[in-house]
C-alpha cells in the first residue's frame, strides 16, 4: 500500500499527481474463497478488515451489486455519537467512537473526523427524564452526557436566536462531547484500500443471485452474476436489503426496511458548529465542512425500499426547522435523498450466526455509520472464530426465542 | 403524500392514517400448542417484501376503519383496496 503523507504528496506533485496508485485493487474473481462478504459498504468492509488484521483471514471477496460505499454508506447524515440507553449499546457505540478517534492514523486516510460534540434539545417534560436516565446510565460506562441549561444552550447554538416566540421553548439541553462526523465516503474508500492491502479482494457490480449448499444443508457458496463462487462462510452485510436477500437462502429475519431521508441546504458561512438534535420535534441539523446545513428528522412511517423523499416527512421536518429556527426559512435547499435503515423488531442490531450453518448476519443497524469500526471488529470475530464477540453477546438473534429483547431508545436520530 | 382509498371516507391523506404492517400475518389458532420459535416467528418475524405487498392501515383520525391496501415498497404506488373483511 502506497502511504500518504505529506511528502508523498509533495512528491507526486512534482510529477503532476500521475504517479499515484490506485487505492486498491481489481483482481479477477476467483470461484473460491474462504470467506464471502457480501456488500461493500462500510460494515462489510470494516468485517474484512478486521478478518484480515486480527484474525490472519485473507482469502476474502466483497462482493457489492452496485458500487463500493453506494447504499447507505452514500445515505447517512455522517454522525457518530454513543449515547443510548442499554448497557451493552453504549458500551458498544463507546468502543466505536473510539475506533472512529483513531481512524484516521490506524488506516492512514484522512476521513476528517470532526468531534464537534452533539446536543440534544429537550422540548417536553417527558423527555427531560428520559434523556437524565440514560446520562446516568451512560455515566456508569464513560461516555459523557450531561445536562446544560438553556442559557448555555444559546451560548453554544447562537443560530438559535430568541426563543421567546417558539411553540415548544426549549427546557435544556444534554451535550455530548463524543458526538463527531466524518466524511463518509473516506470511511468506506480507507476500509476498502486497508483491506485491500491485506490481501482482500474487493469487486463491484457482482450481485448475489442466490446461494448454493452442500448435502448436509450449510452454506457453500454464492450465485452471483459473474457465475458462482465457493465459500465456507458467506456473511451478509447488505444494510437495507437483508430480508431481499436472505429470502433467497429461505430465510425470514424480524426485520423491517424504512426510508430515512435527509437533506442538504445552499451552502452557507459557518453558523452552527455542533450537532443539533431535537427528539422531541423530530429533527436534527449540523453544518457539513462545506456550508451546508444538512438537515434531517425520524423515518417515514411506512415500510419502504423508495430511498427517497417522503413529502409528509419532509414537510414535518422543515416545519420544525423554522420553527426553531426562524433565520433558516430563506435557505434554498440543493439536495435531497433517502436511505432504506432496516429495523430489527427491539430496535437493537443483529450480529449474529443464522439456522443456515456457515450464513452469518449483520444487520438491523438502524442508522450504522457510527457502527462501522465497532460493527466490522465484533462481525469478523463472529466469522472468524464463530463465537460472538464480547462486546456483540446480546446481539444475537437467539435473543428473539424467548423474547428477550434489547428494547433500545437511542437508535436513531429522532429518539 | 400518499393517498389513501379509506371503505368508508374515500381518498383521504397519509396523515389520517397509522400504518399496521403486514396483512398477512394470520394469528395461529391454538398459540398455547407453538413451540417457543413458532410463536417468535410469529410475532418478531416479517416477510419485509421489496415490491408489491399486503398492508393493514387504521384510519385512525377518521372513521376508525382497519382496513388492507396492496402496496409497492419501492415506489410506494397503491393499487387497491378492500373492506377488512378476512382479517383475523
Same mark, same amino acid.
Given at each position: ?7 508523498? *504528496? ?30 461493500? %459498504? ?7 478488515? $478486521?478478518?484480515?488484521?486480527?484474525? %490472519? ?10 458500487? !463500493? ?51 440534544? &434539545? ?30 448555555? &444552550? ?8 430568541? *426563543? ?52 448436509? %444443508? ?89 430511498? @427517497? ?11 420544525? !426547522? ?15 435523498? @433517502? ?41 469478523? $470475530?463472529?466469522?472468524?472464530? @464463530?463465537?460472538?464477540?464480547? *462486546? ?14 434489547? !428494547? ?8 | 403524500?400518499?393517498?389513501? #382509498? ?7 391523506? =397519509? ?8 396483512? #398477512? ?12 420459535? =413458532? ?15 399486503? =398492508? ?16 409497492? #415498497? ?10 377488512? =373483511?378476512?382479517?383475523?
Amino acid at each position: 500500500m502506497q502511504r500518504y503523507s505529506f511528502f508523498s *504528496l509533495a512528491r507526486n506533485a512534482l510529477s503532476q499527481h500521475e504517479g499515484w496508485q490506485r487505492a486498491w485493487r481489481s483482481p479477477p474473481l476467483k470461484n473460491e474463497y474462504d470467506v464471502v462478504i457480501v456488500g461493500a %459498504g462500510g460494515h462489510g468492509l470494516s468485517t474484512a478488515y $478486521h478478518l484480515a488484521k486480527e484474525h %490472519g483471514v485473507t482469502n476474502v471477496a466483497v462482493i457489492e451489486k452496485g458500487w !463500493l460505499g453506494g447504499g447507505n454508506t452514500a445515505r447517512n447524515t455522517h454522525t457518530i455519537r454513543s449515547n443510548y440507553l442499554r448497557d451493552v449499546s453504549i458500551r458498544f457505540h463507546d468502543v466505536s467512537v473510539k475506533l472512529y478517534e483513531q481512524l484516521s492514523r490506524e488506516l492512514n486516510y484522512n476521513i476528517l473526523f470532526s468531534q464537534r460534540s452533539m446536543i440534544d &434539545l429537550i422540548q417536553s417534560w417527558g423527555k427531560l427524564r428520559d434523556l437524565r436516565r440514560r446520562s446516568l446510565a451512560m455515566a456508569l460506562h464513560g461516555p459523557d452526557y450531561q445536562l446544560i441549561s438553556v442559557d448555555e &444552550l444559546q451560548r453554544r447554538i447562537p443560530a438559535m436566536g430568541d *426563543l421567546s416566540g417558539v411553540r415548544l421553548p426549549p427546557l435544556a439541553g444534554m451535550l455530548h462531547p463524543d458526538g463527531a462526523m466524518a466524511r463518509h465516503d473516506a470511511v468506506a474508500w480507507s476500509y476498502a484500500r486497508a483491506a485491500d492491502a491485506r490481501g482482500v479482494e474487493i469487486h463491484q457490480h457482482t450481485e448475489v443471485t442466490g446461494f448454493t449448499f452442500a448435502a448436509n %444443508g450449510a452454506i457453500s457458496g454464492v450465485k452471483t452474476n459473474r457465475g458462482e463462487v465457493r465459500a465456507r462462510k458467506v456473511a451478509l452485510a447488505t444494510a437495507g436489503n437483508t430480508s431481499h436477500v436472505i429470502a433467497r437462502a429461505g430465510l425470514i429475519l424480524p426485520l423491517v426496511t424504512r426510508n430515512l431521508q435527509a437533506f442538504v441546504s445552499e451552502p452557507v458561512k459557518p453558523i452552527i458548529d455542533v450537532i443539533v438534535n431535537c427528539p422531541d420535534i423530530g429533527l436534527y441539523v449540523m453544518q457539513s465542512d462545506k456550508g451546508e446545513l444538512v438537515i434531517g428528522g425520524g423515518t417515514d412511517p411506512i415500510p419502504s425500499y423508495r430511498q @427517497g423523499c417522503h413529502f409528509s416527512t419532509f414537510e414535518d421536518v422543515v416545519a420544525s !426547522l423554522v420553527e426553531l429556527f426562524p433565520r433558516f426559512k430563506n435557505l434554498k435547499m440543493l439536495r435531497q435523498w @433517502g436511505g432504506a435503515i432496516e429495523f430489527a423488531y427491539d430496535a437493537s442490531p443483529i450480529i449474529s450466526a443464522t439456522s443456515i450453518a456457515g450464513l452469518l448476519v449483520s444487520t438491523g443497524w438502524y442508522g450504522g455509520f457510527k457502527s462501522i469500526p465497532v460493527g466490522g471488529l465484533t462481525y469478523a $470475530h463472529l466469522i472468524a472464530t @464463530g463465537q460472538p464477540h464480547s *462486546l456483540a453477546e446480546a446481539f444475537g438473534l437467539d435473543r428473539f426465542t424467548g423474547l428477550r429483547f434489547l !428494547l433500545e431508545a437511542g437508535t436513531v436520530a429522532q429518539r | 403524500m400518499l393517498m389513501l #382509498t379509506c371503505p368508508w371516507c374515500g381518498r383521504r391523506p =397519509e396523515g389520517e392514517f397509522v400504518n399496521l404492517g403486514e396483512a #398477512t400475518r394470520p394469528r395461529p389458532d391454538d398459540p398455547a400448542a407453538l413451540t417457543d420459535a =413458532e410463536w417468535t416467528a410469529y410475532i418478531c418475524d416479517r416477510q419485509n417484501i421489496r415490491g408489491r405487498h399486503n =398492508e393493514r392501515w387504521w384510519h385512525m383520525r377518521g372513521c376508525n376503519m382497519i382496513f388492507v391496501v396492496a402496496r409497492d #415498497t419501492v415506489t410506494h404506488q397503491v393499487f387497491d383496496m378492500a373492506a377488512d =373483511e378476512a382479517a383475523p
